[in-house]
């Protein structure tokens, strides 16, 4: 019933910002860390980020000061505001929620960016 839905990925020149959401439908609470992963063709999946519900936030250093990751508890919606894009940061990004008995993970939004 709990289901993870991403959007807002697309084709971006380098340079350029995009802003992913994710929405946790489902009567649910969120608690727990919601973090966002990215996986490259050919390459294992990585974190990128991740929040706790009271806001603390953690980031992989290849983002470098580029990505904000932001949640609303209201919403039950996570968002990664992504700037100054690269072509390596071409991949397929997750949404994952940690919950307290199993992982959700979505299905995935394309993000690329061209040079």
């Known amino acids: 019933q709990v289901q993870l839905v991403e959007s807002g990925g697309g084709l971006v020149q380098a340079g350029g910002s995009l802003r992913l959401s994710c929405a946790v439908s489902?009567?649910?609470?969120?608690?727990?860390?919601l973090g966002w992963y990215r996986q490259a063709p050919g390459k294992q999946r990585e974190s990128v980020a991740a929040?706790?519900?009271?806001?603390?936030?953690n980031y992989a250093d290849f983002v470098k000061g580029r990505f904000t990751i932001s949640r609303d508890n209201t919403k039950n919606m996570v968002y990664l505001q992504m700037n100054s894009l690269e072509p390596e940061d071409t991949a397929t990004y997750y949404c994952?929620?940690?919950?307290?008995?199993?992982?959700?993970w979505g299905q995935g939004t394309q993000v690329t960016v061209s040079s």
């Open positions: 489902g009567s649910v609470v969120v608690l727990g860390v």
């Open positions: 994952k929620w940690s919950g307290t008995y199993t992982d959700y």
């Open positions: 929040i706790t519900r009271r806001g603390t936030t």
